[in-house]
C-alpha cells in the first residue's frame, strides 16, 4: 500500500507502513483514516485517531478473524469470522459500540 496527502488524514503511513507490505486484500476509509484487512484477518488502521487512525482500544479483537471493515464519515466497524462486531473510531459516530455489546456478539 502506498499511500499520499495529507499526513494528519492517513497521507502518510510510516508508522504502519511495515505492516502494508505483503497481503493486503482490501482498504476503506472514511473522511479522515483508513483501514486495511490483511489476508489473515488482521486490520491496520492509520489517520487521525479520533476517527479511526487509531484502533488501540479494539487491537486485541482486529489481529485474526476479520473478514470485512466498513464505515461512515467518523468511525469503522469490523465484522468477524465468529460473527461479532468490532467499533472504533469517533463515539458520535458509532465508535463505541460498548453499550450495545451483547446484541453485536455472535
Known sequence: VVTWGDARYG???????????VGVTSVTCNSFAFAALKDAGEVVTWGDAR??????????RLVVGVTSVTCNKKAF????DAGEVVTWGHVRY?????AMADRLAA
Open 51 to 60: 476517527y479511526g487512525g487509531n484502533s488501540t482500544s479494539v487491537v486485541d
Open 11 to 21: 497521507g502518510n503511513s510510516t508508522s504502519v507502513v511495515d505492516r502494508l507490505v
Open 94 to 98: 458509532g465508535g463505541d459500540s460498548s
Open 77 to 80: 466497524a469490523a465484522l468477524n
